[in-house]
């Protein structure tokens, strides 16, 4: 069993950062790919970031390559999501999710996640 505990969201202005943080707990924290998912009124939950178990392989959604950045601590068991300029259609609850199948995480499959965590507020304004 693993719970998943996101933190780190806020209001920003547009060009600004934030890193968000997701503590697990579990000791099998260190063997599960995670991912971040963002889900922004009326649209529906995308992936934005995945990463390995190890985190040696990582993963991207188009809109946020070269400005986000997924990276893990498992002596932490937290994975981070830092966000860098920032820009008003970053807006949404952001999510961490993990699962036994990397892969699952890069399709962006949501109902096939194992876990999910309830979600932090990201705003950017313009």
């Known amino acids: 069993q693993v719970q998943l505990v996101e933190s780190g969201g806020g209001l920003v202005q547009a060009g600004g950062s934030l890193r968000l943080s997701c503590a697990a707990s579990?000791?099998?924290?260190?063997?599960?790919?995670m991912g971040w998912f963002r889900q922004a009124p009326g649209k529906e939950r995308e992936v934005v970031a995945a990463?390995?178990?190890?985190?040696?392989?990582?993963h991207y959604a188009d809109s946020v390559k070269g400005r986000f950045t997924i990276s893990r601590d498992n002596a932490k068991n937290t994975v981070y999501l830092q966000m860098n300029s920032l820009k008003p259609e970053d807006t949404a609850v952001y999510y961490c999710?993990?699962?036994?199948?990397?892969?699952?995480?890069?399709?962006?499959?949501?109902?096939?996640?194992?876990?999910w965590g309830k979600g932090t507020l990201v705003t950017v304004s313009s």
């Open positions: 999710a993990a699962d036994s199948s990397f892969g699952t995480i890069v399709r962006g499959i949501t109902s096939s996640m194992d876990y």
């Open positions: 990463i390995s178990g190890s985190g040696l392989s990582t």
């Open positions: 579990g000791h099998t924290f260190s063997s599960y790919p």
